[in-house]
Every structure is written in C-alpha cells, then in structure tokens.
C-alpha cells in the first residue's frame, strides 16, 4: 500500500485549501478502510485531523477543525480529500493520510490505530 497526500501550499489566514490523498494497492472506497488525516506542526506531536470510514462513512474531527474542515471520499476519482476552510495560522503544519482497517468508531481518532501512512503534504497559513 502507498499513500500519496497532495494539495498543500502557502495561503493566507481565511483562506481555502483542499488535500488529496490517493492510493495505490488499495481502494480507498473498501468498507474495511478508514481512511485518516494528521498533522505534525513544527515543535509539535502529531494530531489527529479528520477521518472516514469506510463502512459506514463514519466523520470524525478534531474540535480545532470541527465546522471548518470537512472529509470526503471521491470514488470517482479513488481519493479521499479534505476540505480546509477558513484557515488559521495555527493549521500550518505537515499533513499525512493514513489508512486504517477495520476500526472502531473509538479508535478512528488514534495515529495507532493507522497502519500505513503516507509523506506529507505541507499547509502554511501566513497572518
């Protein structure tokens, strides 16, 4: 499996941006996948961003992204994105999809719980 995020870029606080992440070696459309976006700032641990599931296309969110942020899937295109809206300097950082199998609806929120990541993807929001 490997996982491709793209989209990243410099913009400014209020700002649009959307992520891709697209995969090879597996169908990110699976009911058995979840797929998930974190981030890394600079100085920072990783955190939890968004995730679907496949199963049920189950969305969680961080509170930080809650009603800014939206996850999706695009079958048609076999990506999964992730819609950032008015962006916050403090949303700069590396963003990484990842993909989970079979989880729980406790568990989407856990870098753990992911079992193959991608390279990242960074988000600079200037002020």
């Known amino acids: 499996v490997q996982l491709q995020a793209s989209g990243g870029g410099l913009v400014q606080a209020g700002d649009s941006l959307t992520l891709s992440c697209a995969a090879s070696?597996?169908?990110?459309?699976?009911?058995?996948?979840?797929v998930g976006w974190f981030r890394q700032a600079p100085g920072k641990e990783r955190e939890f961003v968004a995730a679907i599931r496949g199963r049920d296309s189950n969305r969680q969110y961080a509170d930080s992204v809650k009603g800014r942020f939206a996850i999706s899937r695009d079958n048609a295109k076999s990506t999964v994105n992730l819609q950032m809206n008015s962006l916050k300097p403090e949303d700069t950082a590396v963003y990484y999809c990842a993909i989970g199998w079979r989880l729980i609806l406790s568990s989407m929120k856990s870098g753990q719980s992911y079992a193959d990541w991608g390279q990242g993807t960074l988000v600079t929001v200037s002020s």
């Open positions: 070696g597996v169908a990110l459309r699976d009911r058995d996948v979840t």
